[in-house]
């Protein structure tokens, strides 16, 4: 007899358990078909009413859905690192009255220039050692140091083609770089020249000319024949 009350005991029990999961699925059914009863309404704009029937379509086609994707590989979106385009900025700040070896210095410590007499040498080179003025400049770490400096003064790189022939001489090679405004006296090119020893040295070719550049360097690099500076 005890062990009747016993079995009895034990079904009862697992009974209430079924009845309380049954409770529970039967919530659960409940809420999810009034939540997407509220996501067809908010879709759609208008008042609509899912029905029970309904409710179970729906899950019907998300269990065949479940069961298709079962067994495929999950992809994961690829997340590419980037850079933050504000850490490639630097402000340069270039007190009144300084020269070139205080703002060379100043450049150095910002890591933007590695040698202060090889910065000395580029800008002179491309004459603008006087183009610096005082002020706080937020500029863009360049790939090259020219081009930093270029930012920094305010003057935009150019490239200038020319082709010089056998027949052109110092004044034709100054009046041409004239009309093409790379120069603005043909005849401080031309006694540039002469300083230099260099009128007669012009040699024929096609060259590309990296602007800005001292006249020096120009005539440099049309009497050595290097057509890439």
């Not at 007499?117 to 610096?132: D, G, L, P, T």
């Not at 002469?194 to 690099?221: A, C, H, Q, T, W």
Request: hydrophobic share 40%; net charge negative.
């Amino acid at each position: 007899m005890k062990i009747f009350h016993k079995v009895q005991d034990s079904v009862l029990t697992v009974f209430k358990y079924i009845l309380l999961v049954i409770f529970l699925l039967v919530v659960a059914f409940v809420i999810k078909w009034r939540i997407d009863n509220i996501n067809q309404v908010a879709k759609k704009n208008v008042n609509v009413s899912l029905s029970i029937k309904d409710e179970i379509n729906i899950l019907k086609k998300q269990y065949i859905t479940l069961t298709e994707n079962e067994g495929s590989t999950l992809e994961l979106p690829k997340v590419e690192l980037t850079e933050d385009p504000l850490d490639n900025y630097v402000t340069v700040e270039i007190k009144d009255g300084e020269n070139l070896d205080e703002i060379g210095q100043t450049l150095k410590d910002l890591d933007l220039i590695e040698d202060i007499n090889a910065f000395k040498r580029v800008c002179y080179n491309m004459a603008i050692e006087n183009s610096f003025k005082a002020g706080s400049y937020k500029i863009e770490k360049r790939d090259t140091v020219r081009e930093t400096l270029l930012e920094l003064v305010g003057i935009s790189p150019k490239v200038c083609e020319i082709t010089v022939t056998e027949e052109m001489g110092a004044m034709d090679i100054a009046l041409l770089l004239k009309e093409r405004e790379v120069i603005q006296d043909e005849k401080a090119f031309v006694a540039v020249a002469e300083k230099m020893g260099k009128v007669e040295d012009f040699k024929p070719g096609k060259y590309e000319i990296n602007l800005p550049l001292r006249v020096s360097k120009m005539i440099e690099i049309l009497t050595i024949g290097d057509e890439k500076n």
